[in-house]
């Protein structure tokens, strides 16, 4: 089963870190996990008068306010406990640094977390125009599984039997899916969830522009790819689990998120390649246009 010790959920204060923090409390009292609440307290950027950009001489600097770190254990101490779940340990920390990113990385590793959660947006809620921001670079970087939350997914309450009733999980057959699908089948078991496994044949990339049309047998693929997919999910989750095998053909995020949508799914969950170069490519398709366009919360496992 998947080891939920600790969760880490980064907020900003916002109500988007809030549908964050809702997520990672509903997760925390299915898995009888502690919670660290935890936000990053950043220095004010300097901000120049509009005469420098025109031309104008020692223009006087302008600082945006900024939050004390007193001040900010007290709003985070009011935040976490507006909406308590019974039985759900929530732990505060906040810190000072001038990279949010890193700090939040920071202190997952130094609390050992099993998961991290935070929002897709943040404050200005242009955080999904800026996915190379915060988000994404703790995505790239985590050592953990991360679970993302967009503003406008299902929010679980407490009175919710479990977090997630329907989960998708995508499969490449790679190492990183695979892992992927270990902890999809984990979460789905906890709460007796939905759980349909997809793999998409990817159509259009340019090896298979390049063959001629008879190196290539779609029926037998599809055939090898299914039983491939039931190979992959033991007995055991389907005596407790609906489990269905889905393989499409098209464009990776798109029949993914389209299966989501189909299927009013609250959870995704994808495999993420190494953090190496790969990683800026990877991140430009299929996990990238998920995290940035699902409607639902997008567990990234890597492998």
């Not at 998947?2 to 880490?8: A, D, F, S, T, V």
């Not at 897709?120 to 050592?143: N, P, Q, W």
């Not at 599984?145 to 499969?171: E, H, K, N, Y």
């Not at 029926?219 to 005596?239: M, Y």
């Amino acid at each position: 089963m998947m080891e939920l010790q600790r969760i880490l959920c980064a907020v900003d204060f916002s109500e988007f870190s809030r549908h964050a923090l809702h997520h990672a409390l509903s997760v925390a009292r299915s898995h009888r996990s502690t919670v660290t609440a935890l936000h990053v307290v950043a220095p004010a950027p300097a901000v120049v008068g509009g005469g420098f950009y025109f031309g104008g001489e020692n223009p006087p600097p302008l600082l945006l306010p900024t939050m004390d770190l007193q001040t900010a254990t007290r709003e985070l101490d009011r935040f976490v406990r507006i909406e308590p779940i019974p039985g759900v340990k929530v732990e505060t920390l906040v810190t000072e640094a001038a990279a949010v990113h890193r700090e939040i990385l920071a202190q997952a590793a130094r609390l050992h977390s099993n998961l991290l959660v935070m929002g897709t947006h943040g404050r200005s809620g242009f955080e999904r125009l800026f996915l190379g921001s915060i988000a994404e670079k703790v995505l790239r970087k985590a050592g953990c599984p991360v679970m993302t939350v967009p503003p406008q997914g299902g929010d679980p309450t407490v009175s919710a039997p479990a977090p997630f009733r329907r989960i998708v999980c995508g499969i490449d057959f790679s190492q990183s899916s695979r892992a992927a699908l270990d902890h999809a089948m984990s979460l789905a078991q906890e709460d007796a969830a939905a759980l349909a496994v997809v793999h998409v044949i990817d159509t259009h990339p340019m090896y298979v522009d390049l063959l001629p049309p008879a190196a290539i047998d779609l029926h037998t693929w599809i055939e090898q790819a299914t039983a491939g997919l039931h190979e992959l999910v033991p007995e055991k989750v389907r005596q407790v689990c609906n489990v269905a095998e889905v393989v499409r053909q098209g464009r990776p995020h798109r029949e993914i998120l389209g299966l989501a949508g189909e299927l009013a799914a609250d959870l995704i969950v994808l495999g993420v390649h190494g953090a190496g170069a790969t990683d800026r490519f990877f991140f430009g398709s299929t996990t990238h246009h998920v995290v940035r366009e699902g409607h639902c919360a997008v567990l990234t496992v890597r492998g």
